[in-house]
């Protein structure tokens, strides 16, 4: 039962993570294709998004596995994985090979600030928020 909660927890922490890439990745496409004038978007580019998402999901929680340290080997490797997945990605599905060259770098600088702000929230954010909690659940059972 315990292999299975851990898969489980796995799981949703994962799922979580590319849903979040998935939304992302398909609203800027979205984006970039309304001021070219285009109102849809190709199937093909939506499930390769939510491909790629997958397996960088499932490769971050490799890297960061829960409850693992924030190291400076572990964040390399995550900002590496993530600059190959999504610009890689981008170049071999061409999701956005009608934008002019400027447009492709200020994508790559939203990619990086995206994921400078993921980043910050996972290593620092949620596990503030996960120690205070602890607290908080520590000073209340005293009282009881």
């Known amino acids: 039962m315990k292999t299975y909660l851990r898969i489980y927890r796995w799981s949703m922490q994962m799922k979580l993570h590319m849903a979040l890439y998935t939304f992302v990745t398909i609203f800027l496409k979205a984006v970039c294709s309304l001021l070219q004038g285009v109102n849809s978007l190709p199937i093909m580019d939506i499930a390769t998004m939510w491909l790629v998402s997958l397996v960088f999901a499932m490769i971050e ?60 929230g996972d290593q620092f954010v949620l596990k503030m928020d996960s120690a205070r909690l602890t607290k908080e659940l520590k000073q209340y059972q005293k009282k009881i």
């Open 61 to 120: 929680s490799a890297i960061y596995p829960e409850n693992s340290s924030c190291t400076k080997g572990r964040t390399l490797a995550w900002a590496i994985v993530a600059n190959l997945c999504f610009i890689g990605g981008a170049w071999m599905f061409g999701w956005f090979a009608e934008l002019p060259l400027w447009g492709k770098i200020i994508l790559v600088v939203f990619l990086e600030m995206g994921l400078a702000m993921m980043w910050f």
